[in-house]
C-alpha cells in the first residue's frame, strides 16, 4: 500500500504557463516532504523541501504547498520552461531519517 | 569535481548469475544508500550504510547483499536469489542519515540491469 501517492502518471503543459504537480499522503505523523527531479537516464536531484509546521516554501519558480488537513501537497511551477520536463518525484518522511518516494509524475512542457 | 559515480550504465545478466554493481563517491559523505526504481512505482531502498563497516537492510533486501569496506565505496551485489532484478539501479550518499533525508541525497546516474 504506497503511502506517497501521485496520482497522475504525466502532465502536459505549456511553455509560460503554470504547472501543478500533486501529491497525497496517507500519514499525518509524516513531518517533511520534499520534490526531487528526475531527467531521463540519471539519477534524482534535489528540488524544494517543506516543514510541516509551514504551509507554503518558494524558490525562484519553485513553490511547494502543504494542506495538512487534507494531507495533500503540490508543486507548483511558474512559469514552466521545455527545460522543467522531466519525472518529478514527492517524497515524505516517517522518521528523521527515512524516506518514502512516491511514483512520479513526468512533466511535459511544450513550447 | 565532486560526486557520485556509478558503473557500468548498462549491464545484462543471465539468469541465475550473481552480478556487482558499482558505485562510489569523492564527497566524504558518512551515508551511503541502494535505491531500485521500476516503472510506475517509487524509489525503493534496498540498503543502506551509515558509517564503513556498517550497513542496514531497507525495504526490499531480499536478494541482494551489500558491503562497505570503504566510506568511498558501497557496491550492490545482485544475485541469483532476486526474482525480479531487471530494473533501474540508483546509489545516494548524503553527510549523514538525517541530513540527506531532509536536505537531498545526492544521486548517481544509475546502472541498468536487464536479465536475459
Redesign the interface.
Known amino acids: 500500500d504506497?503511502q506517497?501517492k501521485q496520482n497522475s502518471?504525466s502532465l502536459s503543459v505549456q511553455e509560460g504557463r503554470i504547472s501543478i504537480l500533486n501529491c497525497d499522503y496517507t500519514n499525518s505523523m509524516f513531518d517533511?516532504f520534499?520534490w526531487?527531479k528526475k531527467y531521463p537516464?540519471?539519477?534524482?536531484?534535489?528540488l524544494i523541501?517543506i516543514s510541516s509546521i509551514k504551509d507554503k516554501n518558494e524558490d525562484g519558480r519553485f513553490t511547494v504547498f502543504l494542506n495538512k488537513s487534507a494531507k495533500h501537497l503540490s508543486l507548483h511551477i511558474v512559469p514552466s520552461q521545455p527545460g522543467d520536463s522531466a519525472v518529478y518525484?514527492c517524497?515524505a518522511?516517517p522518521s528523521?531519517?527515512?524516506?518514502?518516494?512516491?511514483?512520479?509524475t513526468s512533466l511535459s512542457v511544450i513550447p | 569535481d565532486g560526486g557520485i559515480t556509478q558503473s557500468p550504465k548498462y549491464l545484462f545478466r543471465k539468469e541465475g548469475q550473481n552480478v556487482t554493481l558499482s558505485c562510489e563517491q569523492n564527497l566524504n559523505h558518512d551515508a551511503m544508500y541502494w535505491y531500485r526504481q521500476d516503472p510506475g512505482q517509487g524509489l525503493r531502498l534496498i540498503y543502506y550504510s551509515q558509517i564503513v563497516n556498517d550497513f542496514q537492510k531497507g525495504d526490499i533486501a531480499e536478494g541482494y547483499s551489500v558491503s562497505r569496506e570503504k566510506k568511498e565505496s558501497f557496491p550492490l551485489t545482485v544475485t541469483s536469489a532476486q526474482k525480479n532484478p531487471t530494473a533501474f539501479y540508483l546509489c545516494a550518499s548524503s553527510i549523514d542519515l538525517g541530513t540527506g533525508a531532509r536536505y537531498g541525497y545526492t544521486f548517481g546516474s544509475g546502472t541498468r540491469l536487464t536479465v536475459v
Open positions: 504506497q506517497v502518471p517533511y520534499l526531487y537516464a540519471e539519477g534524482p536531484t534535489f523541501s518525484f517524497a518522511l528523521y531519517d527515512k524516506v518514502i518516494f512516491g511514483p512520479g
